[in-house]
């Protein structure tokens, strides 16, 4: 009489028994998906000139000094530098790239500011990011994960 009874209580899909122990559920894949090798980044500090040294990811990207670039501003918190025959900045000769004067005060930036690059060779572009955009973008993660939510 007892085994139709747990049968009944037991549902069909519940973990194995082995040894004792419930078998572990499976782990669920980790969201969101990205491509690792869309972007690589790396972190720099501007020069008093607004240089910054990114010489590895110049490389990546194939500029080499001369080539000219094209430099769009993103609500005061981001450099977007893109190859463009007609740009009016160039790469520099020891592979950096400056922020001119009038774009570091839009975005506030200052002599030994830290910045996070992006580049990415699909893309053929080369992102600054300062740190208040980045704070403001992993502010509610940080929560998140200290908290212990979801």
């Known amino acids: 009489m007892s085994e139709p009874l747990a049968a009944a209580l037991i549902p069909p899909d519940s973990p194995r028994i082995v040894s004792g122990h419930a078998a572990p559920p499976p782990m669920a894949p980790l969201s969101p998906t990205y491509s690792a090798a869309a972007w690589t980044y790396s972190v720099a500090s501007m020069d008093a000139s607004g240089?910054?040294?990114?010489?590895?990811?110049?490389?990546?990207l194939g500029w080499?000094?001369?080539?000219?670039l094209t430099l769009t501003v993103?609500?005061?918190?981001a450099v977007l530098f893109r190859r463009d025959p007609n740009g009016a900045v160039t790469?520099?000769?020891?592979?950096?790239?400056?922020v001119p004067a009038g774009l570091r005060s839009r975005c506030a930036l200052r002599t030994g500011d830290q910045v996070l690059l992006a580049h990415s060779q699909k893309e053929d572009a080369l992102l600054v990011y300062t740190l208040p955009l980045l704070e403001q973008v992993l502010s509610?993660?940080?929560e998140c994960i200290i908290s212990g939510g979801e």
């Open 140 to 142: 509610e993660t940080h």
């Open 74 to 77: 993103w609500r005061g918190a």
């Open 64 to 68: 080499a000094p001369g080539t000219p």
């Open 51 to 60: 240089r910054l040294a990114t010489r590895a990811a110049l490389k990546a």
């Open 91 to 98: 790469v520099g000769h020891s592979l950096r790239v400056q």
